[in-house]
């Protein structure tokens, strides 16, 4: 599974926005977008 699948099925479980997830992580919805367009990546 590509990773940014692999956030997004996660967020969709978890009822998250994008705001939730980089509250919840410590990071920026702009950072969670990046991940998410394959722009950049945390690992």
């Known amino acids: 599974m590509v990773r940014n699948e692999r ?3 996660q967020r969709i479980q978890r009822n998250w926005r994008q705001q939730d997830v980089a509250n919840h992580i410590g990071t920026t919805t702009i950072t969670i ?3 998410k367009h394959y722009l950049h990546f945390p690992w």
């Open 7 to 9: 956030l997004r099925q």
């Open 33 to 35: 977008q990046r991940w």
